[in-house]
């Protein structure tokens, strides 16, 4: 008994990993980003003044998504980030916005770095070769009803500007779709 | 149980219960004031909440070989160290008398009349110590794979947290609503299990705790080396038990088994035992002890 009852909980736990791991493409997607590296058009790493980052357009395809998801809380979802890393050669005053939003999108920011949510911008400098440090951003859309139903529901992208320039130095490609390929990016799964 | 036995049982726990509260208001956010002061003392400018020391995580980096991380989380990486720390020299005393995950699930299942009919509970301590210590190897394992990069599973510290569920619950009640708004598939799987078949409908509301936690599970491990050094522990004098069955019946680990005897990799220190024996047969001592 106490053999079944040590076996039965074990694969319990691992079968959690691996639904863990086909949660992870579909909600609450967690990515990389790195300043800068311009347009990600496709996967790739970059390497610069930190460790090297993948990155990848991001498509979350709301039907692979698990089933208490889908009948509970179908109309929410969210991606998330907990690194964001200046590869570049100076310091860099990050400003992030996310383009094309036709619904209600919420942004929750948390890090130990200053933050100003009126204009979504870091207002101290990321010195080159770092993250800023204790970062968790949630983007929460709030998807409309009439939406749902659609095969493209949002394709915009999160756009990193300098703040001081107002220059672009990272575009990802976001897409939100009803039925497709999900595209897992680095640090799906993992716990920060 | 009687609104009588109930309100003794409140009186000689008290102080139990009351350390709770002061749990709650340690670690959960919006007051965190515990936190909040380990961080005003090293610099750090953001609000913590009960994520900050995740219950998960360091045991998460440990296993999957990545140290750089607790490094980098030294909150995080210390309060693990100190939790296990006192689990070796005084007992779990964390999760019997601070841990907010624990304690909110314990209370619910207390304060909700449902009868013990209906309420999960195995006698059977080797069974009971055997479903803990499954789920922390599963849980080791997972770590491992992800550590060397297994594309088949993801870690399950984040993707099924507690603690995550218990801060959006108090942040969607307390300060910002919109915090309930978003469920993922895991975070509604933990609220069932957490809240519902763990806590309302488990014997001692402790189902989370006993089954799903790493830290707790790990804390038990150690508090059983502690105990053989002669640390604290709660014993159980023979020559003075009656056999009555009472601490079985108020022990929310199931740490007692059908025999009476104590099962250390569950046992939490909590003393419920203690103050509800009424031949005073267990207590928690320190040293070695003479055998009745």
Not at chain 2, 16 to 43: D, E, K
Not at chain 2, 178 to 198: E, R
Not at chain 2, 259 to 279: D, F, M, Q, Y
């Amino acid at each position: 008994m106490m053999a079944f009852a040590f076996a039965m909980m074990l694969c319990l736990t691992l079968y959690s990993g691996v639904y863990a791991s086909s949660l992870g493409k579909a909600e609450i997607v967690h990515f990389w980003v790195a300043v800068p590296a311009g347009n990600v058009t496709e996967p790739m790493t970059l390497r610069g003044a930190g460790p090297p980052i993948s990155m990848a357009p991001l498509t979350i395809d709301l039907d692979a998504r698990g089933l208490p998801k889908k009948l509970l809380n179908p109309d929410v979802e969210a991606i998330s980030t907990h690194w964001i890393y200046n590869l570049g050669k100076k310091p860099i005053r990050i400003c992030l916005d996310l383009v094309n939003v036709t619904f209600p999108i919420e942004w929750e920011v948390k890090a130990d770095w200053p933050y100003d949510p009126s204009t979504h911008t870091f207002t101290k400098p990321l010195p080159p070769g770092q993250r800023i440090p204790g970062l968790s951003v949630d983007w929460i859309f709030k998807i409309p009803a009439y939406y749902m139903d659609e095969q493209v529901i949002y394709d915009g992208g999160l756009l990193i500007l300098d703040a001081d320039s107002g220059q672009p130095l990272t575009f990802i490609p976001i897409k939100i779709v009803r039925g497709g390929t999900t595209v897992p990016q680095g640090g799906v799964g993992s716990c920060h | 149980m009687s609104l009588e036995g109930k309100k003794q049982t409140l009186l000689n726990n008290k102080y139990r219960y009351l350390s709770w509260i002061l749990g709650f208001l340690f670690f959960v956010g919006p007051f965190a004031f515990l936190t909040t002061l380990v961080y005003f003392a090293i610099g750090n400018i953001s609000s913590p909440d009960l994520h900050t020391i995740c219950l998960r995580m360091p045991l998460d980096w440990v296993f999957s070989g990545r140290i750089y991380n607790l490094l980098g989380s030294p909150v995080m990486t210390g309060f693990t160290i100190i939790v296990l720390l006192i689990a070796l020299f005084a007992g779990p005393l964390f999760c019997g008398w601070l841990c907010p995950v624990g304690s909110v699930s314990e209370a619910i299942s207390r304060v909700l009349p449902i009868p013990k009919k209906f309420k999960l509970h195995i006698r059977d301590t080797n069974v009971t110590r055997s479903l803990r210590y499954g789920f922390l190897k599963g849980f080791i394992l997972v770590s491992i794979l992800v550590g060397i990069g297994y594309a088949g599973v993801s870690g399950i510290c984040c993707r099924y947290y507690p603690s995550s569920v218990l801060q959006n619950l108090v942040n969607g009640l307390l300060t910002q609503p919109s915090a309930l708004d978003y469920w993922h598939t895991g975070a509604i799987l933990v609220l069932l299990f957490w809240s519902l078949i763990g806590g309302i409908f488990t014997f001692g509301g402790r189902g989370w705790c006993i089954l799903f936690c790493p830290l707790g599970a790990a804390s038990g491990l150690i508090h059983t080396i502690g105990a053989r050094l002669g640390f604290y522990r709660t014993i159980k004098n023979e020559k003075y038990c009656k056999e009555c069955g009472s601490c079985l019946d108020v022990c929310p680990m199931w740490a007692i088994g059908v025999g009476g005897s104590i099962e250390r990799t569950l046992c939490i220190n909590c003393k419920e035992c203690v103050k509800k024996c009424p031949a005073h047969a267990l207590n928690v001592v320190w040293g070695k002890v003479k055998k009745s």
